[in-house]
C-alpha cells in the first residue's frame, strides 16, 4: 500500500531558528514528490516538486532534499518567520506529466513559529 | 485570473439533504479534482477529471457524484448527506504537462 508518513507531527521553534521536517515514502512507481505549505482555514500552496533525479530545490528559506534510494525527503525551513506556521504536508506521485498521476499525501507537520 | 474558486466557503446541511459544492478555475487546466481533509489524516482524492466529458473515481467516491461539461468548471454533487461527510473539502486543478497542482481555498462542510 502506497503510504507517506510525516515527522513530527506538531513542532514549535522561535522565531529565526531553523527547522528540518521529515518525510518517508513507500509509493512506488516514483514520480515526483511535492512539498506544500498550508495556512489554518486556506487550501495547501506548493513550495518545491522534485522528480527522481534532483537532490536537492530551494524556494527562498525552504529547502527541499530528495533521497530517493531511502525514499525519505526533507523540508529545512531557515531563519524562520512567524508567517511561516502552517501545516507542510509531503505529497509523493506515482506518475505525472501526460497521465493523471495517483497523489499520496501524508497528513502534514503542524509548525507553529513563537516570537 | 482568479485560480480555482470554491462556494460556498462553509456549509451546514442536515443528514438526507442534498447540495452541490461548486469548484471553477480561469486557467484553461485540463486536470481537476476532489479532494476531502479530514483531521490526522491526508487528503483524499474523491473524484477527479482528466478533461470536459472525462470523470472517474478516487480513492473515496461513495456519496459524491461529479460532471465535467467545461473545461473550467467541476461541481461535486452530495447526494443524500451524511455525518460521515462532515469534512473540508478542496478543488484542485493543474496543467496536463506540469507536476504541480493549484488548490482552491476550501469548503468546511458539517453534516448534523
Known amino acids: 500500500k502506497n503510504q507517506v508518513e510525516q515527522s513530527p507531527q506538531s513542532l514549535i521553534i522561535l522565531e529565526g531558528k531553523n527547522c528540518t521536517l521529515q518525510?518517508?515514502?513507500?509509493?512506488?512507481?516514483?514520480?515526483?514528490l511535492r512539498w506544500y505549505k498550508q495556512d489554518t482555514g486556506r487550501g495547501p500552496v506548493s513550495l518545491t516538486i522534485?522528480?527522481?533525479?534532483?537532490n536537492t530545490k530551494s524556494n527562498g528559506r525552504y529547502t527541499a532534499t530528495l533521497d530517493a534510494d531511502t525514499k525519505q525527503s526533507s523540508l529545512h525551513i531557515t531563519a524562520s518567520q512567524l508567517s511561516d506556521s502552517a501545516s507542510y504536508i509531503c505529497?509523493?506521485?506515482?506518475?505525472?506529466?501526460?497521465?493523471?498521476?495517483?497523489?499520496?499525501f501524508g497528513q502534514g507537520t503542524i509548525l507553529t513559529v513563537h516570537p | 485570473n482568479a485560480g480555482v474558486t470554491q462556494t460556498p466557503k462553509f456549509q451546514v446541511l442536515k443528514t438526507g439533504q442534498s447540495m452541490t459544492l461548486q469548484c471553477a478555475q480561469d486557467?484553461?487546466?485540463?486536470?481537476m479534482s476532489w479532494y476531502r481533509q479530514d483531521p490526522g489524516m491526508g487528503l483524499r482524492l474523491i473524484h477527479y477529471?482528466?478533461?470536459?466529458?472525462?470523470?472517474d473515481q478516487g480513492e473515496v467516491p461513495n456519496g459524491y457524484n461529479v460532471s465535467r461539461s467545461t473545461t473550467e468548471d467541476f461541481p461535486l454533487r452530495l447526494l443524500s448527506a451524511a455525518p460521515s461527510q462532515t469534512s473540508v473539502y478542496f478543488c484542485?486543478?493543474?496543467?496536463?504537462?506540469?507536476?504541480?497542482?493549484?488548490f482552491g481555498s476550501g469548503t468546511r462542510l458539517t453534516v448534523v
Open positions: 484542485a486543478s493543474r496543467p496536463w504537462r506540469y507536476y504541480g497542482y493549484t
Open positions: 518525510c518517508n515514502y513507500t509509493v512506488s512507481p516514483f514520480s515526483n
Open positions: 522534485m522528480t527522481f533525479s534532483e
Open positions: 505529497v509523493v506521485s506515482t506518475s505525472g506529466g501526460t497521465s493523471y498521476g495517483k497523489l499520496t
Open positions: 486557467m484553461n487546466h485540463e486536470y
Open positions: 477529471s482528466v478533461g470536459a466529458g472525462i470523470t
